[in-house]
């Protein structure tokens, strides 16, 4: 095979290998000879019909220079590749050179991760998406075919756009004129980046959203955990509510607004240094205290003084000793050896997407040690950055919890919290219990119960390494004492 120098493109760009053909044209990196980079090079036969239109979107929207976009930096209409090798030699290509950059699409990185974005961060790239659409808009550029492939992640994470005036060109626009086509199009990426799937069938590396009619797909139909406004959003992004991109900005700032709530809501709940904060007593209600107080005192001790003076001054034994008493043995709450009855298992994962292997919570609680709920699986030991999933059980009623049972599934540190509520505030809930990570089978007992309907498993971060190669927990068997 002839080396890259041998085949030079319009006498500047030396071919180096071939990346992509997926816009059914060749995409070339190739070296910029007189400036020292490496570049995109996309090259079509001038006797391709699409040529024309090729070359005149890109001159168009080589004007958006913006930063977030990958950039057109050369358009050469007629060019021809001189190569020792008469194959490259034949034909006279349009060719459209763009910025090289090194990085992941959005398909690919939702596979190679194996999950979806984050809702909060999934809105955060959109809107400096929709940011650089806006802008390309008041410069009369439209992208008009937006797909995964065209969102770019660079190694630090930064998202940049590309595809302007190539994708349209090359593979059809969509149809609606160009501002409706790109609200419509961040509508749909946003759906991907949620769900892992696209609404309008299998596109790129990502799977089509399944639907048994054919109305509109909503995101909260084909993933869990998509709360309302999400869907509104992509809704009116499909339906022409939205007629400017500046609306869609505004939109997704609202729903990030919205999701940075309700994370702190949910990071509040989990952080134990959380500070809560009691109103100030005004001066009236605190002089009515004081009098009440003074004035039950003032009583008490008349009594025993009355009692002093009735018994000539002798002690009152049985003043004392009713103040001293310990409770009735009748009233002091012990242990009935019982296992609690399971009423429901739920996940519980308020900061990921809100559910956790639903479909596999009752095998926890089955009495069989061979099955067994475990955690989705993650890149990292510590879940990626979440501070941890776990297990709701109701237990229908409130109970005296006197013990845990708990066999693992692989080493897991846990730790179980008692409640009286679904949704804890783990700033003021009382831990039950702490399980180490050296032991698959652990229990734990105590002489004083704690009482409460729900039960919460919460495993923390450091999970085991799965055959996989990915981290897991998981749950085998759960018994509640009473």
């Not at 459209?96 to 194996?114: A, F, N, P, S």
């Not at 769900?195 to 797909?217: C, H, K, N, R, Y």
């Not at 013990?403 to 003021?428: H, R």
Request: net charge negative.
């Amino acid at each position: 095979m002839s080396g890259a120098n041998d085949r030079i493109f319009d006498g500047r760009y030396a071919l180096d290998v071939q990346v992509s053909s997926s816009l059914s044209s060749p995409i070339w990196r190739a070296m910029d000879q007189s400036l020292k980079r490496w570049v995109n090079l996309i090259l079509l036969p001038t006797s391709d019909l699409r040529s024309v239109k090729l070359l005149q979107e890109c001159q168009l929207a080589a004007v958006n220079d913006r930063r977030d976009v990958v950039s057109i930096l050369d358009v050469i209409p007629d060019g021809k590749i001189t190569s020792e090798d008469s194959y490259f030699s034949q034909d006279r290509y349009v060719g459209i050179v763009t910025e090289w950059l090194d990085g992941e699409t959005l398909d690919r990185l939702i596979i190679r991760r194996g999950e979806v974005l984050p809702i909060d961060q999934a809105l955060r790239q959109l809107g400096t998406i929709t940011n650089t659409l806006m802008h390309a808009h008041s410069l009369n550029v439209f992208h008009r075919r937006l797909r995964p492939h065209n969102v770019i992640f660079s190694p630090g994470q930064e998202v940049r756009l590309a595809g302007f005036g190539v994708d349209s060109a090359l593979l059809g626009p969509d149809s609606g004129d160009g501002a409706s086509q790109d609200i419509k199009g961040v509508g749909q990426l946003l759906f991907a980046m949620i769900t892992g799937m696209w609404p309008l069938g299998s596109v790129d590396s990502l799977p089509a959203a399944l639907s048994d009619g054919g109305g509109l797909i909503l995101p909260s139909q084909v993933h869990v955990g998509v709360k309302p406004y999400i869907d509104r959003i992509y809704q009116r992004t499909q339906d022409g509510t939205y007629k400017s991109m500046r609306q869609v900005v505004d939109a997704l700032s609202v729903g990030e607004a919205e999701e940075s709530e309700s994370l702190q809501n949910r990071v509040s709940r989990l952080t134990a240094n959380s500070v809560t904060w009691t109103p100030p007593q005004s001066e009236k209600s605190s002089r009515v205290r004081t009098s009440l107080i003074a004035g039950l005192s003032v009583l008490i001790f008349g009594w025993i003084g009355w009692q002093l003076l009735t018994s000539n001054f002798h002690r009152s034994d049985s003043a004392i000793d009713m103040l001293a008493s310990p409770l009735p043995s009748a009233a002091i709450s012990q242990a009935t050896g019982a296992v609690a009855e399971i009423m429901t298992v739920t996940s519980y994962d308020p900061l990921g997407d809100n559910a956790e292997n639903d479909d596999q919570v009752l095998l926890a609680v089955d009495g069989d040690k061979e099955t067994a709920w475990t955690t989705v699986s993650y890149r990292q030991a510590d879940m990626s950055g979440k501070a941890g999933v776990g297990l709701m059980l109701d237990l229908g009623s409130a109970q005296d919890v006197y013990g845990i049972d708990i066999d693992f599934k692989g080493g897991n540190t846990a730790e179980v919290y008692v409640l009286d509520s679904p949704e804890p505030d783990f700033a003021t809930a009382a831990k039950f219990a702490d399980f180490d990570p050296n032991e698959i089978s652990s229990s734990f007992s105590t002489t004083k119960a704690v009482s409460g309907r729900y039960v919460l498993i919460w495993i923390t971060p450091d999970l085991p390494k799965a055959d996989s190669g990915m981290f897991q927990g998981g749950i085998s068997e759960v018994r509640v004492r009473l």
